[in-house]
DNA sequence: AAGACTCTCAACCGCGACTCT
DNA sequence: TAGAGTCGCGGTTGAGAGTCT
């Protein structure tokens, strides 16, 4: 036995909402607010619409301070910074990035990332991998998360966990501990630099700057014109010029070692076989340095779907 | 020029969480 | 405490616009 609907939807309207629904609504809402009850609000503005539709219209569109379109680059790293940290199945995963963008939606941010950041991200002549989650640690909060200036580096920096804990280096790449069980970078030798950026946070967030064995991967993303891009929501549609495989997070299971079931992160696997991470444009230069080593190692015990582009290998080797 | 294909995003859906009685 | 009602979320759909062949 199903659930009830919520309204008589043999007699609401749907679909596109007319300028006159829109005003109808807008009306009402800026006069007597929602009354703490959506579901009776249509039939009290004269509106027939389900009031879970008004709710959404209102929320997505009509709301003040809406923006639409037109995300910046600082607003594709917040994205890209908090989606990596929380995963894919993160309980109001877009709600919590949106309310770090004033004037986004969950929708517009959701609807942003599913059709133009993925293939962002997704740029560069290399197989990728998905690496799974790292912890079952409970979300950082997102609600104190401190952001750069553009005119400064643009690194933004995510709260530890409980039981985390997360070094952040580069310009957008940071690395979480859970419980120990992985090695950091301070392990092998490394000491945290403090930006003078970072002097209002916490003593516990540390920037690195450099570190041999690994390199930046957005100087490659610019030569990479012949990538393989890939729309993970609309895979199968995209990629009929290419044997690259479309994933996404969802699209795969993989097992864990570690606990959780939410993916933190996309590793890829470079041409050369090194690990490497995309979101955040870094590759593993070389296996033998003793920082790549160390991080190879904490990848490596995740293990990691291997895609070879068209040529190199045909098919999916997996390498659990 | 036109049909096929692709992309975007507003809107819908179902479900878990929460609130109220 | 249980059940009904509602809210708010992520996932998904599909119409229309844009681009390609």
Not at 82 to 97: F, K, P
Not at 141 to 157: D, E, M, Q
Not at 213 to 221: H, K, L, Q, T, Y
Not at 223 to 232: E, L, R
Request: net charge negative; aromatic share 10%; proline share 6%.
């Amino acid at each position: 036995m199903g659930r009830a609907p919520c309204c008589d939807k043999a007699n609401v309207k749907r679909g596109p909402w007319s300028p006159e629904e829109d005003a109808t609504l807008k009306s009402y809402l800026e006069t007597h607010g929602t009354g703490g009850n959506w579901i009776s609000l249509p039939q009290k503005a004269g509106l027939k619409r389900c009031g879970k539709s008004c709710r959404l219209r209102w929320l997505n569109y009509l709301r003040p301070n809406i923006k639409h379109g037109g995300f910046t680059e600082e607003e594709d790293n917040i994205i890209c910074s908090l989606y990596s940290q929380m995963g894919s199945r993160q309980v109001s995963q877009w709600s919590l990035i949106a309310a770090q963008l004033p004037g986004r939606t969950d929708n517009d941010v959701k609807n942003y990332w599913n059709t133009k950041l993925k293939k962002k991200i997704l740029v560069g002549k290399i197989s990728l991998s998905i690496k799974n989650s790292s912890t079952n640690a409970p979300p950082a909060s997102v609600t104190n998360i401190p952001t750069i200036p553009c005119s400064t580096s643009p690194i933004l920096y995510i709260p530890k966990a409980e039981t985390e804990s997360t070094v952040t280096f580069s310009d957008h790449y940071s690395l979480t501990q859970s419980s120990g069980a992985f090695p950091t970078l301070s392990d092998a030798g490394y000491e945290p630099v403090i930006s003078s950026t970072t002097q209002n946070w916490s003593q516990n967030h540390f920037q690195y700057s450099s570190f041999p064995g690994i390199v930046d991967m957005s100087e490659f993303r610019a030569s990479s014109m012949n990538s393989h891009i890939v729309s993970p929501s609309q895979e199968g549609s995209t990629m009929s010029d290419s044997s690259s495989l479309a994933m996404d997070n969802k699209g795969l299971s993989l097992p864990s070692t570690h606990g959780g079931p939410e993916d933190v992160g996309i590793l890829m696997d470079s041409e050369l076989g090194f690990p490497s991470d995309f979101v955040n444009e870094l590759l593993f230069q070389d296996r033998e340095s003793e920082v790549a080593a160390n991080c190879f190692q904490y990848f490596a015990d995740f293990g990691y779907v291997d895609m070879k582009p068209q040529g190199l290998n045909e098919g999916v080797t997996n390498q659990y």
